[in-house]
């Protein structure tokens, strides 16, 4: 009998570490899985995340990228550029639109280049010309300076001090005599600003300087993240932290303008704490060149998605992964590397993400050959299982997705049930099938305890939390967090553990379960000494019967 159940307990054993060691994300020191946190607004900036960080700049809300119309106050008609760019400038539209919205280049607190929608920049080539929209590129002809009173009243002028107005054939021409008031005359504009939404790397350093901006980032890159972060994240569970980069990391210390040095300084910190504390990093290239989705948090300049369009974008953002596999792909503390956060459905092709994946992934495995290649799938209307259909690579490859019941008209209305209900129903049955498609692992890397319910309580939002934890606990290779600090209280993973609104170590579990199975339902370490003393015990008995 003894022996029977000797039997039965070594077969328990041997499954539980087949399972374990089947399942489990190699390098994690004993976890199964990621359970992670990204370290967003660090070393990529979101304005949004931290907004004081701009509080300082002058002019701060005509920041690179800002949208902007101007309307002539004598004939109460816009600045448009006909057909979008490419063309002539007039004054002569009732109603603004996209031909009448301009975005703004910064070139100083005062001083400005202007883009219009199809790119082209408003020209000016000296006194008495008129202003056209036909240059590619902007130099001091494409240059104005702004005045601006407190009614959302400007001037516009020349370097040369010329003022621009209005003509009798409706064109903006460079030769209004003397100094305009700001009664209704010709040289006189109502400037609306239509939106003001990137606060990203690119906004701050160029619109404070590179001198306070750099006092600015100094202090902020030293403060926002510490090493008692990683203690209390260690302390909570988390044992991997996903950490956003931008390209101009690799030309640390001397980034080219506006970017300020540093943040490669800050990232070997970010090692150093995480091996203090038996954890893992992700380093994941947030920004690249030229901006792969338009938004600020990949540092675009002007909301343009220019990545995709440029073989010298994307063959610099190669040699960044080369740089950073090459400093890190052998450090113990790393398990992967994040190729792209990101890439817009809209602007960036399937061919074309493909092709950099595959080269990318080719380059971790010149400098790791345990390292996991962490491949985004797009933003927008984009289906993650075409990356299971691409031969990106052979071992260790990894699709994250990012879920947010947020940014989408659906989820505006739902009740606090239907979106538990959408987490189980919908995310729980994308994740099980591509568990179980045969290809990369599941990496749920961007997730917060949000939604657009009005007045959730606590409650509430521990359900939800909950459901989301239960779910994105059976992705394959884990989840994180977005983001460990943030303004925004339910965006902060730290607020949520200590104000009990995000519960990480409960589970739906069998009740003999409990304490027992770590994150993805398997043997914790206890389970496994216990384990490890029956098997010793039956051994023991083993050897008693057969002697």
């Not at 369009?309 to 953002?317: D, R, V």
């Not at 398990?335 to 080269?359: Q, R």
């Not at 009740?511 to 039956?538: E, H, I, R, T």
Request: hydrophobic share 35%; aromatic share 12%; glycine share 8%.
């Amino acid at each position: 009998m003894e022996f029977v159940f000797c039997r039965w307990v070594l077969l328990a054993f041997l499954l539980f570490s087949r399972a374990h060691s089947a399942l489990g994300v190699d390098g994690l020191n004993g976890d199964t899985k990621v359970r992670g946190v990204n370290l967003g607004g660090w070393l990529v900036l979101e304005g949004w995340i931290k907004p004081s960080l701009f509080d300082g700049i002058p002019n701060g809300d005509m920041l690179d990228g800002t949208q902007v119309q101007f309307k002539s106050v004598s004939l109460n008609k816009y600045v448009t550029a006909q057909d979008g760019g490419g063309q002539s400038v007039s004054v002569d539209r009732d109603v603004p639109s996209s031909w009448e919205t301009f975005r703004l280049w910064r070139v100083s607190e005062s001083d400005f280049q202007f883009r219009t929608l199809k790119g082209q920049f408003l020209s000016c080539d000296g006194v008495g010309a008129s202003v056209t929209a036909t240059s590619e590129l902007p130099s001091s002809t494409e240059t104005f300076h702004i005045e601006r009173n407190n009614n959302n009243r400007v001037h516009i002028k020349l370097s040369s001090g010329t003022y621009l107005q209005v003509s009798s054939k409706n064109e903006l021409t460079a030769d209004y005599p003397g100094v305009p008031g700001w009664d209704d005359n010709a040289a006189t504009f109502e400037m609306t600003i239509v939106a003001n939404i990137l606060h990203g790397d690119y906004q701050l350093a160029n619109g404070y300087g590179h001198d306070k901006a750099k006092e600015v980032l100094s202090k902020h890159r030293s403060s926002y993240i510490r090493p008692e972060d990683f203690q209390f994240l260690y302390e909570h569970g988390i044992n991997t932290v996903r950490i956003p980069v931008g390209w101009w990391i690799a030309e640390d210390p001397n980034p080219p303008a506006p970017y300020i040095g540093g943040s490669l300084a800050s990232l070997d910190d970010a090692f150093s704490w995480a091996q203090t504390y038996n954890m893992k990093c992700i380093i994941d290239l947030h920004a690249a060149p030229g901006s792969q989705n338009g938004m600020e948090h990949s540092s675009s300049r002007d909301g343009s998605t220019d990545w995709p369009t440029s073989p010298a974008y994307i063959s610099q953002s190669l040699d960044v992964i080369d740089f950073l596999a090459s400093r890190y792909g052998n450090h113990p503390a790393l398990l992967g590397i994040e190729l792209l956060n990101e890439p817009s459905a809209s602007g960036v092709s399937l061919d074309i993400l493909v092709s950099y994946y595959s080269k990318g992934y080719q380059i971790v495995r010149n400098h790791s050959s345990t390292a996991y290649v962490i491949v985004c799938q797009r933003i927008g209307n984009a289906d993650p299982l075409e990356l299971y259909h691409a031969n990106i690579g052979l071992s260790n490859v990894v699709v994250d997705l990012h879920y947010y019941n947020l940014f989408d008209n659906f989820f505006s209305n739902m009740s606090t049930s239907e979106n538990i209900q959408f987490v189980h129903k919908s995310r729980e049955t994308q994740v099980e099938s591509l568990n179980a498609a045969n290809g990369p692992l599941v990496f749920v890397g961007e997730w917060v305890n949000e939604w657009s319910v009005a007045n959730g309580s606590q409650m509430d939002y521990q359900e939800f939390g909950r459901a989301q934890l239960d779910v994105y606990d059976t992705a394959s290779f884990g989840w994180a967090y977005w983001t460990l600090k943030n303004d925004r209280n339910h965006w902060d993973l730290e607020w949520n553990i200590r104000n009990n609104y995000l519960q990480l170590g409960q589970k739906s579990l069998p009740a003999w379960g409990y304490g027992y199975l770590d994150a993805g339902g398997l043997p914790n370490k206890q389970m496994q000494s216990y384990f490890l003393l029956l098997v010793s015990a039956c051994s023991y008995l083993y050897l008693r019967q057969i002697l």
